[in-house]
Each structure stands twice: as structure tokens, then as C-alpha cells.
């Protein structure tokens, strides 16, 4: 279930040193990521959604991490970035998020075996009508380093926001491909490998 309060969150700048990080990552092909959003009937849905992002619920029990705290921060980010969305505080639909699984790899397992030592993150996130209750849709963000070696430290920093990357670009692709025909009931789409 994906629930918590609403909360105020304050964006902090991505560090510069992870951007070849995840270029060198994305071009050797060792990031793997799936997305799978469940979409709901929705009439008449306007093409811009106001939305208030509520603070992410870390799930894995991670120590020493706060994951909903980093997959927040990412969201606020991507949300910003694009059209579809426009943040505001008591918005008409909100978005409730979720870290619901995260394993810390290990490069150097990555290096001696290929898929021994793998990175993973997986993010869920639900937008729903708050005047109606509904649930419009609910978009799931899986990223895996499972191949390389010393490339690929620092996997553990940016494979949560690599997922929310994911579940944002699904939430993007909805809301540009306007309100399902009625009685189309839900669809499964998924990307990535």
C-alpha cells in the first residue's frame, strides 16, 4: 500500500560526478530497467495536472539510508523538469511514492561475474484524484546494474533515481496520451529489459 503524510520537500542539486557515472553506465549497456503502470479509466482529464508529491515511504528497511528520502528529492526534480505536471501544494491529484525494494551490489562481484553483486532500486508511485478517490495510475520503476567493474561504483547513489526516471517517463506517457477510451479498463504497459 502506498500511504504517508504529506510533506515539504527541499531539492538539493545532483553532483556533477555522477553524470559520467551514469553516462559511462547507460553506454556500456549495463543498466538494466523495466517499468509496468496499471492505468484506470480517467474521463475528461486535462492535459497539465496540478500535483502534490507526498514524501516517499522507504519499504526496504535499509540502514544507515533514507531511501524516501532520496527517491522524494528525485521526484521533485523530475517533476519540475517537465510539462505534464505542475507541483502545488493542495492539488487536485497527488502522487504517493514508494522505494519497495533496494540491494546495495557490489562492482567488484560485478566485475568477477556478471550479475553476481547487482544494483537494484524499485520505485512505485500512484497518482489519484483527490476530489474523486480514484486511482488513476499506479507506475513501477525497476534499474539494475548487474554487469561491470570499477565504472559502476557508486551504483548504490543513483539507481533509485534512475528508477523514479522510469516511473516518471510512464507518468509523462499518460499524461500526453489523454483519457482512455471509456470502458477500457486497465491497461498493463512495460518497458525496458
Known amino acids: 500500500m502506498i500511504g504517508g503524510r504529506v510533506g515539504h520537500v527541499r531539492v538539493v542539486g545532483w553532483s556533477g560526478t555522477l553524470v559520467p557515472a551514469i553516462v559511462t553506465c547507460f553506454c556500456a549497456g549495463c543498466v538494466q530497467v523495466g517499468v509496468t503502470s496499471e492505468t484506470s479509466v480517467a474521463q475528461g ?12 515511504i522507504d519499504r526496504t528497511g535499509t540502514p544507515g539510508r533514507d531511501l524516501g528520502a532520496e527517491a522524494t528529492e528525485a521526484f521533485t526534480k523530475e517533476l519540475r523538469k517537465g510539462t505534464e505536471f505542475v507541483a502545488a501544494a493542495g492539488a487536485r491529484y497527488r ?7 533496494f540491494v546495495e551490489g557490489s562492482a567488484f562481484k560485478r566485475w568477477l561475474l556478471p550479475g553476481w553483486g547487482a544494483t537494484v ?12 478517490g480514484e486511482v488513476l495510475i499506479i507506475a513501477r520503476g525497476n ?3 548487474a554487469a561491470g567493474g570499477l565504472y559502476t561504483i557508486g551504483a548504490d547513489t543513483y539507481i533509485v533515481p534512475s528508477a523514479v526516471d522510469q516511473v516518471m517517463s510512464q507518468l509523462r506517457e499518460w499524461a500526453r496520451a489523454g483519457a482512455p477510451a471509456s470502458g477500457s479498463g486497465p491497461t498493463q504497459r512495460g518497458g525496458g529489459g
Not at 95 to 101: G, K, Q, R
Not at 121 to 132: F, N, P
Request: proline share 0%.
Open 45 to 56: 482529464r486535462a492535459k497539465v495536472f496540478d500535483v502534490e508529491l507526498e514524501q516517499c
Open 95 to 101: 502522487v504517493a511514492c514508494e522505494v519497495t525494494s
Open 121 to 132: 532500486g524499485q520505485v512505485t508511485a500512484m497518482l489519484t484524484d483527490t476530489r474523486t
Open 143 to 145: 534499474a539494475t546494474v
